[in-house]
């Protein structure tokens, strides 16, 4: 009878430790993915930041803001951009080649030689903003407030579709 009991003592140790190995195995899965599907940042402050050259592409930086930083050739390609504030940031030749700039806060930014092709800028606040030399084909520019000697010198420029959304930028800075 001490034999049985001996026995069953050992075969719920056992059973125990194999579902404790199976409880870490799996939450270290868990936590293994979301480090490696997820390459966010929640709603980082990047304020008054010297960044330059620093590459955000693919990333979700959602929220965040960057007043006053210095973001001169950086790559925001891709990247989900959606509702962040670049106030006053200088953005001279920075990559924003498909980001999502939707309700962004660009006011008095420099884009001076940007890439913002297939950029989608819908609802973004962009006065005072300067674009000398930028590349917006295929950016939707849709309900953008922009100063009209800028939306001018944009639709000298303008051509293309953007792919995500389907619209003409021609269209979406109402150029003649």
């Known amino acids: 009878m001490n034999s049985r009991l001996d026995n069953q003592i050992v075969k719920s140790i056992v059973s125990l430790l194999i579902w404790g190995a199976i409880c870490i195995i799996a939450i270290g899965a868990i936590a293994i993915s979301n480090l ?5 940042a929640l709603a980082l402050d990047y304020n008054k930041g010297s960044l330059v050259d620093t590459d955000f592409s693919g990333r979700d930086l959602t929220d ?3 007043n006053h930083a210095n973001l001169r050739n950086s790559n925001f390609s891709h990247s989900n951009l959606n509702g962040i504030s670049l106030f006053a940031a200088n953005l001279e030749s920075a990559n924003l080649e498909g980001a999502d700039l939707s309700n962004v806060t660009l006011d008095s930014a420099r884009l001076t030689r940007a890439n913002l092709t297939n950029a989608v800028l819908e609802g973004a606040f962009m006065a005072n ?4 030399g930028a590349i917006i084909d295929g950016a939707d520019f849709t309900d953008v407030l922009l100063r009209r000697d800028e939306q001018d010198k944009l639709c000298k420029v303008a051509q293309g579709t953007n792919p995500t959304t389907g619209r003409k930028t021609r269209d979406t800075l109402f150029c003649p």
């Open 36 to 40: 490696v599907i997820a390459p966010s």
């Open 129 to 132: 903003t300067k674009f000398d």
């Open 64 to 66: 965040s803001s960057f």
